[in-house]
């Protein structure tokens, strides 16, 4: 696996995303592992100072799976707003966990359950609520 590229969170999303770890029950557990071990090694900043090409919580990502070729458009959302999100992947499953805090042209290699692992590369972010102003969400 080779280095997993620097990442930045939003401080409301890690402190939520630290809930949900905390929370997990154990068929989420390799997913919320996987999650804290990036909040652990991410550096963590004011909602306000979240770069424009930084995915956070609620942004539309445009990214590629780079094992399948396959491009993808996606919302990063909490669990509980799968269902009122059309395009809408969670935090809590596994390639939505690994999105979280890259940025524009990151490419990062993610475990998946069962000991295989994915590529995944971001290649736009088409909405991100820090660039429309909503820090609070």
């Known amino acids: 696996m080779s280095p997993r590229p620097p ?3 939003n401080r409301l999303d890690a ?3 630290q809930r949900l770890i905390d929370q997990a029950d154990d068929k989420d557990r390799f997913v919320a592992d ?3 071990e990036e909040l652990e090694r991410g550096q963590v900043v004011d909602p306000e100072e979240i770069p424009e090409d930084v995915v956070s919580m609620n942004s539309q990502v445009q990214f590629t799976d780079l094992n399948r070729n396959r491009q993808i458009i996606r919302t990063l959302v909490y669990p509980h ?8 992947i969670s935090v809590m499953a596994p390639i939505g966990a690994g999105l979280i805090g890259l940025r524009i042209g990151d490419v ?5 359950p069962g000991g295989g692992e994915t590529k995944l590369r971001i290649d736009a972010i088409l909405w991100q ?3 429309e102003g909503q820090f609070h969400r």
Do not use: F
């Open 108 to 112: 990062i290699d993610w475990p998946l």
């Open 129 to 131: 609520p820090e660039r």
């Open 81 to 88: 707003a799968l269902a009122k999100t059309e395009d809408g």
């Open 7 to 9: 990442i930045l969170i």
């Open 34 to 36: 996987c999650l804290e």
């Open 15 to 17: 402190d939520r995303l």
